[in-house]
């Protein structure tokens, strides 16, 4: 598999974009997260607040009274998280993100700008610039078969040898309500999931998924209103 990492990401509002540059393949990161933590905090102290153990949040982020952390976990500026929002260990997130109403998020890395608003699940993932899962979506991470996740790639299958992964992410992906993305999902930048969809393997960018058995070019300019 020769993993292109412009076909996925700019690396626009990454809170650690260089770690791309250290793996072979994307979901290796995620391994990294606990010593990225540090570095962050580390590197610019006066960015963020320590509001519990092992937890810090940047400058203007919102908080509901309900929202529970569990550290270690590193929140940019600017950011929402809304009631009930569960995030806990290994969690980073750049600037401008939205974790809204009983959204969990755990092991994961959001780019700037990720909206996951409400009843959403985040589990071993990392989320490009402005990626947004609609109301209900879930990216599982764990297989029934409690076998090791392994990824479609094309006609390749790559055995990554971990027990939990969910989805790699492109900037501005969309994915629609009550869609689910199975362990080692990837979809490139700019691709749109339709709602319902159970999705498997890998999306490449610019693409729309509506069914396993259409998948169709995203044309993403719209006709000007009358």
């Given amino acids: 598999m020769q993993w292109n990492r412009e076909d996925f990401f700019s690396l626009e509002g990454c809170p650690c974009p260089t770690i791309f540059d250290r793996v072979q393949y994307p979901w290796e990161v995620l391994a990294k997260i606990p010593s ?20 810090w949040v940047g400058k203007g982020t919102t908080i509901a009274d309900t929202a529970r952390f569990v ?26 993100v939205m974790i809204g109403h009983t959204t ?22 990392i989320l490009g610039y402005g990626s947004h899962l609609g109301a209900g979506a879930i990216i599982s991470n764990f297989k029934s078969t409690k076998e ?47 709602p319902l969809s159970s999705v498997r393997g890998y999306l490449p960018k610019g693409m729309i998924y509506k ?16």
Avoid: M
Avoid at 76 to 91: F, H, L, S
């Fill in 211 to 226: 069914s396993k058995d259409e998948i169709v070019p995203y044309l993403a300019e719209k006709a000007p209103l009358a």
């Fill in 104 to 125: 969990e998020v755990k092991q994961a890395i959001l780019f700037a700008k990720v909206q996951v608003p409400h009843f959403n699940y985040v589990g071993d993932s």
């Fill in 36 to 55: 990225l933590l540090l570095e962050l905090v580390q590197q610019s102290p006066d960015d963020y607040d320590q509001i519990a153990p092992g937890v």
């Fill in 71 to 96: 550290g270690p976990a590193v929140i940019g500026k600017d950011c929402k998280i809304g009631p009930n929002a569960y995030i806990r260990e290994n969690v980073i997130t750049g600037d401008g």
């Fill in 148 to 194: 090791t996740v392994r990824i479609r790639w094309e006609e390749q299958v790559i055995e990554t040898n971990l027990r939990k992964l969910g989805a790699i992410l492109g900037d501005g992906v969309e994915v629609g309500c009550n869609a689910v993305l199975n362990p080692g999902t990837l979809i490139g930048s700019g691709s749109l999931v339709y």
